[in-house]
C-alpha cells in the first residue's frame, strides 16, 4: 500500500507480537520500522487525508476527529500490553520510511532519554467531582418575608462555601497521598463539563507515572478512598483510569 506515513510511537524492539487483526488510522495495520536500535510503530495513510491541506480542514470534522484519535489509540493500546512506547502527538505525518527515519535520527538523544525513564512504568489517570448539596424542600420552608429570604440564602452560600472548601481539601491530601506513592505525577486542568459531559465539578484531574509491579497497590490506595467518599455521602466521587501509555511524561513528544 502506497501513501504517507503515520507514526504512533518509538519504543525499544519488542519480541511479543501485536494483536493479529489489529488495525491503525484509515484501517491499515501497523508495522515496525527499525532504525538505530529503536523502532517507530508506522502505518500507510492517504495524502487526500493526510497531506497538508486536507488534514487541515480534516481536523476541523469532529466526526473523523473521533474516529482517527479511536484508532490511533488502540494502537498505543495495543503496545502498552507489550512494551513501553513513547507515543508521538496525533496525525504525526511523514512523507515515506525516509523521512520518518530522519525524524528519529534528529531526536534519537531525546527518544532515549525518555524510553529509559518510562520504562516499566504506566500512566493512572485519578478525577475528583464534587456536586453542591441539594436543601431538601421540606427543608427550605418558603420565606415569610423578604429578610427571611436573604437569610436563608446567607445559610446556604455558607454551607455551599464550606463544601467546597471541604471538597478543596480532600482534593489536595489526595493528590499528595497518590504522588508520594506514584514516581511522578502531573496536575491538568480542570475538564470542561460541557465536553467531558461529566457531572458535578472538577476539583483535580491529575496523571500518576507508576511501575507496572506497582500498579495494583496503586489501584487498591485509589479504590480505598473511593469507597471512602462513598461511605461518607459527601457528594464526591473519585475516578481512576488506565493504565495508559506515559502520555503527560512523554517530555518533549507529549
Not at 56 to 80: F, K, M, P, Y
Not at 114 to 142: H, I
Not at 198 to 223: I, K, Q
Request: with cysteine; hydrophobic share 35%.
Amino acid at each position: 500500500m502506497t501513501g504517507l506515513r503515520y507514526v504512533y510511537a518509538v519504543c525499544h524492539p519488542f519480541d511479543a507480537p501485536l494483536q493479529a487483526q489489529l488495525k491503525g488510522v484509515a484501517g491499515d495495520p501497523p508495522r515496525l520500522l527499525s532504525h538505530h536500535g529503536l523502532i517507530a510503530v508506522v502505518s500507510h495513510v492517504p495524502e487526500r487525508d493526510f497531506s497538508e491541506e486536507p488534514l487541515r480542514r480534516r481536523l476541523e470534522d469532529l466526526d473523523w476527529l473521533t474516529e482517527t484519535a479511536r484508532a490511533h489509540q488502540s494502537v498505543i493500546d495495543a503496545l502498552t500490553v507489550v512494551t513501553t512506547p513513547l507515543p508521538l502527538r496525533m496525525a504525526t505525518v511523514f512523507r515515506d520510511d525516509s523521512g520518518v527515519r530522519v525524524m528519529m535520527e534528529a531526536r534519537e538523544d531525546d527518544f532515549r532519554r525518555t524510553l529509559e525513564r518510562l520504562a516499566g512504568r504506566v500512566e493512572w489517570g485519578v478525577k475528583v467531582y464534587a456536586e453542591a448539596e441539594q436543601q431538601a424542600p421540606a427543608a427550605a420552608p418558603k420565606p415569610a418575608s423578604g429578610r427571611d429570604y436573604l437569610r436563608q440564602r446567607r445559610s446556604q452560600v455558607r454551607t455551599d462555601e464550606d463544601m467546597w472548601q471541604r471538597a478543596e481539601e480532600f482534593a489536595t491530601r489526595l493528590h499528595a497521598s497518590l504522588s508520594s506513592y506514584a514516581e511522578d505525577s502531573r496536575l491538568h486542568a480542570p475538564q470542561n463539563p460541557a465536553l467531558s459531559r461529566a457531572s458535578g465539578r472538577n476539583l483535580l484531574n491529575a496523571a500518576y507515572l507508576v511501575p507496572r509491579d506497582s500498579s495494583e497497590e496503586f489501584v487498591e490506595l485509589v479504590d480505598r478512598t473511593k469507597d471512602e467518599t462513598r461511605a461518607g455521602g459527601s457528594g464526591m466521587r473519585v475516578e481512576l483510569t488506565g493504565p495508559w501509555a506515559a502520555y503527560s511524561f512523554a517530555g518533549e513528544q507529549s
